[in-house]
Every structure is written in C-alpha cells, then in structure tokens.
C-alpha cells in the first residue's frame, strides 16, 4: 500500500506518483482542500476562505446562471467539482460549466467526474486569490491538457478576468465567449466591482438590464 507524505507541502507543485497523489486527497485530514495532478506533479491547495474570493465566486455564477436564463441557453453549472482522468491528471475548479446540448452530458452523483466515463465541461473557472500566477500557468496547461473549450481565470485583487479559449492543445486570449455567444468578459469584470459596493439583489438587478 502505497502511504502519502505525513506532511505535505500545501499550495505547491511537488513531485508525486498518481498512487501517491490519490492517498493524499483521500486522507480526511484534506477533504476541505482542492487536489490537482499534472505531469507527474501534485498540489493540494486550500479553499479560499476570504469574503472577496467568496463573493466573486457566488456572484460569477449567479452572472452566468443569469445569462445563461435570459438567453434561453441550457446551461449546468458545478461548484468545486473534481475532474479526473485516472492515472495522469486530475482538476478541481471553482466553477465549471456544461453548455447547450452539452448541459444534460453533466456528471451526476457523489463520486469524483471520470473523464474515461463522462465528457469535460465546456468551461472550467478558477477564482484566484493568493494562486494567480499558478492559474496562469501551470493551471492553465493541465487544462489545455484535459481539452476543455473554455479556461478563465478572475484575479480578485483586481476584478479582472482572464479568458483563453483552448484548442488543439493550446490557448489563445479571448475578450468576448465562445461557450457563451455574445457574453463580453468586460461586462462581468464590471460585475465583480459593482459587487465590492453593492449587494447582490442590487447587482442581479442591474445585470438584467445589460442583459
């Protein structure tokens, strides 16, 4: 049986096997931790726990719940859920998004989404706090690694977003959505900082209007 590090360095890439990576996020000691594994790397990252990293969190996806409602497009959003392709990678997303036709396709039940039973989403979200320059990086390959259509990342210290769309292994800048047709991303950068001023009903409301 293979054991995992008594002491783990939290919110770091390390060195790791797949099997090693596994006893480690099934150790309850980090079931409130976020586990990701990448070319032969780990990191066990901890939740963010401040209010802006929060607020940004819940007011992006009433945003896109939102939008996705007046436009008339079937849309499953997942908070927090766990994407893996057993033996080589594995994500965990703030918030990740099934669009359109794709919307029924979303992984059901209480185990970890197999991406050898069940397709990505169309959109994967990082919320980042203390780890931008990892979402940027790192992050951002595993993610054209795992081929979802659509990666952004929302820097909370300074309520912008920054958006790739994700083909052929790569990714590119995008300012407007792809998985979203229509959606600028300068408007929901618009909502994070309403949202530092104004509650959230204030904030729906407004949105309706640009919508």
Same mark, same amino acid.
């Given at each position: 049986?293979?054991?995992?590090?008594?002491?783990?360095?939290?919110?770091?890439?390390?060195?790791?096997?797949?099997?090693?990576?596994?006893?480690?996020?099934?150790?309850?000691?980090?079931?409130?931790?976020?586990?990701?594994?990448?070319?032969?790397?780990?990191?066990?990252?901890?939740?963010?726990?401040?209010?802006?990293?929060?607020?940004?969190?819940?007011?992006?996806?009433?945003?896109?719940?939102?939008?996705?409602?007046?436009?008339?497009?079937?849309?499953?959003? /997942?908070?927090?859920?766990?994407? *893996? #392709?057993?033996?080589?990678? %594995? !994500?965990?997303?703030?918030?990740? =998004?099934? +669009?359109?036709?794709?919307?029924?396709?979303?992984?059901?039940?209480?185990?970890?989404?197999?991406?050898?039973?069940?397709?990505?989403?169309?959109?994967?979200?990082?919320?980042?706090?203390?780890? /931008?320059?990892?979402?940027?990086? *790192? #992050?951002?390959?595993?993610? %054209? !690694?795992?081929?979802?259509?659509? =990666?952004? +990342?929302?820097?909370?210290?300074?309520?912008?977003?920054?958006?790739?769309?994700?083909?052929?292994?790569?990714?590119?800048?995008?300012?407007?959505?792809?998985?979203?047709?229509?959606?600028?991303?300068?408007?929901?950068?618009?909502?994070?900082?309403?949202?530092?001023?104004?509650?959230?009903?204030?904030?729906?409301?407004?949105?309706?209007?640009?919508?």
């Amino acid at each position: 049986m293979v054991q995992a590090p008594t002491k783990p360095r939290l919110n770091t890439w390390t060195s790791a096997t797949w099997d090693e990576f596994l006893s480690l996020v099934d150790d309850p000691a980090y079931e409130k931790a976020k586990g990701y594994y990448f070319d032969g790397l780990m990191k066990v990252e901890t939740m963010g726990v401040g209010p802006d990293h929060a607020s940004d969190n819940s007011i992006f996806h009433i945003a896109i719940t939102l939008f996705c409602a007046l436009k008339g497009i079937p849309v499953k959003g /997942l908070v927090n859920a766990s994407f *893996r #392709k057993p033996g080589t990678k %594995e !994500a965990q997303p703030d918030l990740s =998004y099934y +669009v359109g036709a794709r919307a029924e396709l979303a992984p059901k039940g209480s185990s970890i989404a197999n991406l050898d039973e069940v397709p990505g989403p169309d959109l994967a979200v990082e919320i980042a706090d203390s780890s /931008l320059g990892d979402d940027l990086g *790192r #992050k951002r390959l595993l993610y %054209e !690694a795992l081929g979802i259509a659509e =990666y952004w +990342v929302v820097d909370v210290a300074a309520a912008e977003i920054v958006a790739f769309t994700i083909a052929d292994g790569g990714s590119r800048r995008i300012t407007v959505s792809q998985v979203f047709p229509g959606l600028e991303l300068s408007l929901l950068e618009e909502v994070l900082r309403l949202a530092r001023e104004q509650d959230d009903s204030q904030v729906t409301a407004w949105l309706m209007g640009q919508f």
